[in-house]
């Protein structure tokens, strides 16, 4: 699920985390049918075409438990989008504790014979093996957002850019501080063993660096609540001035902002990371020094429902000349602030 500075210059789809919302989506998907003379079709008949029940079929859908608010918005965005299909049966299996216990699950799964499973892995690398066995069964596999470790294990893969959440927020920082080359910068990143936060923390510092910024500051959390406010308490205490924060991820920023509350510090503004419902309505009252969050869209699990439901009935995305939809989608990192954050209230996830 990972995203590097290469990543960012290598031709790729790119779709923004709005724009790439079910409606979105769907408008732009058509039959692989589509004949010379329907070269005028418009998107709106497109759109009916495809919404139109078609042939029925059955999808898996598997991720971690919801003990997250984003992995929790996962879970309901899939449950959500399938349920707006006559011809779609979803099948949840519970992904259980570790990747040996989703892996049995799937197990189980690819002996009922779906049309195709959507997989959010609880570690990419270690259900590289259950994706390409579906794929040899014949399954439809499209891997949610943690990447398998060979893409033949999967028929899409559907991801946020990590990466590029690293740049939207040093860009933000780095233009309100533009100038102040002896600005403090502190970072609360996630887990530090993943890939994830050690591409988002990248991300970070090479956009700083285009500002002559550098962090100053850096406690790692673990994306919770208690590890956020722990964290961001720790780093109050190293750095007695403060010019900006990057928050890695909205859900243990509930607790980076108790933390912040407590001390009573408001020289400094903050960064957010996902999206959450809970950042957003802070951005918008204005209330605390979270001034802007940038994307990490839980979205993408409606997408990656259509898209296995178009791949199993045999069709393609209609603003495309190729009959299959595409290999990979990498979703844009947006920044949220105060001036627009109106038009994402509706994706916000509750934290």
């Keep these: 699920m990972s995203a590097s500075s290469g990543d960012m210059s290598r031709r790729k789809l790119l779709l923004g985390g709005?724009?790439?919302?079910?409606?979105a989506l769907l408008a732009g998907c058509t039959?692989?049918?589509k004949k010379?003379?329907?070269?005028?079709?418009?998107?709106?008949?497109?759109?009916?075409a495809t919404e139109a029940p078609g042939k029925a079929v059955t999808i898996g859908f598997s991720a971690p438990a919801a003990d997250h608010g984003w992995?929790?918005?996962?879970?309901?965005?899939?449950?959500?989008?399938?349920?707006?299909?006559?011809?779609?049966?979803?099948?949840?299996?519970?992904?259980?504790?570790?990747?040996p216990a989703q892996i049995a699950a799937l197990e189980t799964l690819i002996g009922s014979k779906p049309d195709a499973i959507v997989l959010l892995p609880q570690d990419g690398a270690q259900l590289t093996e259950i994706g390409k066995k579906a794929t040899a069964a014949g399954i439809i596999v499209i891997n949610l957002d943690r990447e398998f470790s060979d893409s033949a294990a999967s028929f899409s893969l559907i991801k946020g850019d990590n990466y590029g959440m690293g740049i939207a927020a040093g860009k933000y920082i780095g233009e309100k501080?533009?100038?102040?080359?002896?600005?403090?910068?502190?970072?609360?990143?996630?887990?530090?063993?993943?890939?994830?936060?050690?591409?988002?923390?990248?991300?970070?510092?090479?956009a700083l660096k285009t500002y002559g910024l550098t962090v100053k500051h850096r406690v790692a959390a673990g994306f919770t609540v208690e590890s956020?406010?722990?964290?961001?308490?720790?780093?109050?205490?190293?750095?007695?001035?403060?010019?900006?924060?990057?928050?890695?991820?909205?859900?243990?920023?509930?607790?980076?902002?108790?933390?912040?509350?407590?001390?009573?510090?408001?020289?400094?503004?903050?960064v957010g990371g996902?999206?959450?419902?809970?950042?957003?309505?802070?951005?918008?009252?204005?209330?605390?020094?979270?001034?802007?969050?940038?994307?990490?869209?839980?979205?993408?699990?409606s997408s990656a429902i259509i898209l296995a439901r178009l791949a199993a009935q045999g069709k393609g995305m209609g603003d495309l000349v190729e009959l299959q939809?595409?290999?990979?989608?990498?979703?844009?990192?947006?920044?949220?602030?105060k001036d627009n954050v109106d038009k994402y209230l509706p994706l916000g996830f509750k934290s």
């Design 31 to 33: 039959s692989n049918d």
């Design 228 to 270: 956020g406010q722990k964290s961001m308490a720790n780093l109050l205490q190293a750095a007695p001035k403060l010019d900006a924060v990057w928050n890695h991820d909205d859900d243990q920023g509930v607790g980076v902002l108790a933390a912040i509350q407590q001390s009573g510090r408001k020289e400094f503004f903050m």
């Design 325 to 337: 939809v595409p290999k990979l989608i990498v979703l844009q990192s947006e920044t949220i602030t």
């Design 71 to 99: 992995i929790g918005a996962i879970t309901a965005n899939a449950k959500a989008q399938a349920a707006k299909f006559s011809d779609v049966t979803l099948k949840v299996v519970d992904a259980g504790k570790d990747a």
């Design 36 to 48: 010379d003379s329907d070269a005028g079709t418009t998107t709106k008949e497109n759109a009916a």
């Design 177 to 206: 501080l533009k100038g102040k080359t002896d600005a403090v910068i502190g970072e609360i990143p996630g887990i530090d063993e993943l890939q994830l936060t050690k591409d988002r923390s990248k991300g970070f510092a090479d």
């Design 18 to 23: 709005a724009a790439l919302g079910a409606g």
């Design 274 to 301: 996902a999206g959450s419902r809970d950042a957003m309505d802070h951005i918008k009252a204005g209330d605390t020094v979270l001034t802007a969050t940038v994307t990490y869209p839980p979205s993408m699990a």
